[in-house]
């Protein structure tokens, strides 16, 4: 009786899908087994059955009706990608939405960092920047930090006005 | 003879080429020449007229679409067969989805029958005329699971190796092997135990 490995073996060797040492094997093997020979005659007749070919199976509609289908398939895809465009607003509103979005997300990180580390509530604070028209005013108590620049900055306008005297 | 097959494959390249370019005239031209074919084999997978209509429609809208990835390596006719092919595997898989069954592991315990089976000895289409005997054989198709035609209709008439077959169907080499050995034995039996058929 043959295993199950011998009988896939035997068609693998009808179907020609087996090296050559493995088909000189099955042909040694074929020519002292008659069980073997009965199987492969029956998988070959099989084959040679289907060999004659298919029965055909003619297309049930008209050319016209099947190609018109097929157009209006063809056009219906075509005309898909213009789904994305009508929703092109949204993408655009999305593309500002979002780095303003993050702007505030880091504001309002940096608003909630200086609340934590307030160290002396009530306690304001002004500076000047030397050099420049910069004031910083931070607000302990709020949590908040104003920097505010000076435009055109007063030590321009004072250096345009030194000019002016000098001409 | 050659010189013949050698045009009209020409004549298939040239109508790709200006399908390619965007012509949908060629295209449709390209579809008359084929379309029997396509349905064809989307109806010996399928073996139901509707199946087969939408999958060989739906394979040539997917056809156009990805003409330009078409490299010329196989013939156009074999190209389509592929894609036609693939959109029935898909149709099958869902079909066995919805009755809570899976293509891949479906019918391998059940052929547990054919391995014990007693070998056919006569030949019971002998006699037969082509037509009729392509007839009988389109009736024990029939009587075959999905999984068993499928494999039967990719190795004996797409001419496809074992491997190529698992690459196609997503399973083994050895489900392939046990898949075709129970489609061809069973496909033995019925051809057996086949009444005459009708006069047409």
Known sequence: ?167 | MKTERASSALADDALVRAAQAGDLQAFEELVARHRDKIYARAYSMMRNEEDAMDLSQEAWIKGWQRLNQFQGDSSFATWMTRIVINLCLDAIRRQKRQRAESIEEMDEDSGGVERHMPVVTVNPTERLERAELRARIDEAMDKLSPAHRTVLILHEFENMEYKLIAQTMRCSIGTVMSRLFYARRKLAALLADLKPAKPS
């Open chain 1, 1 to 167: 009786m043959m295993d199950w490995e011998q009988q896939l073996k035997l068609q693998a060797y009808l179907d020609d899908e087996l090296s050559a040492a493995d088909r000189r094997r099955v042909e040694a093997w074929l020519a002292r087994d008659s069980e073997a020979v009965a199987l492969l005659a029956e998988l070959r007749r099989t084959h040679m059955a289907l060999a004659v070919g298919e029965r055909d199976h003619q297309l049930p509609e008209s050319r016209e009706f099947y190609w018109s289908q097929i157009e209006r398939g063809i056009r219906s895809a075509e005309r898909t990608p213009t789904a994305p465009e009508r929703s092109s607003w949204w993408a655009a509103w999305r593309r500002l939405v979002i780095p303003l979005g993050a702007m505030a997300a880091v504001v309002l990180a940096g608003i909630l960092t200086v609340s934590q580390f307030n160290p002396a509530p009530g306690r304001e604070s002004e500076m000047t920047l030397a050099d420049s028209d910069a004031f910083t005013y931070r607000d302990y108590a709020g949590g908040m930090t104003l920097v505010w620049l000076s435009y055109p900055a007063e030590s321009e306008s004072s250096l345009s006005s030194l000019v002016d005297t000098l001409d």
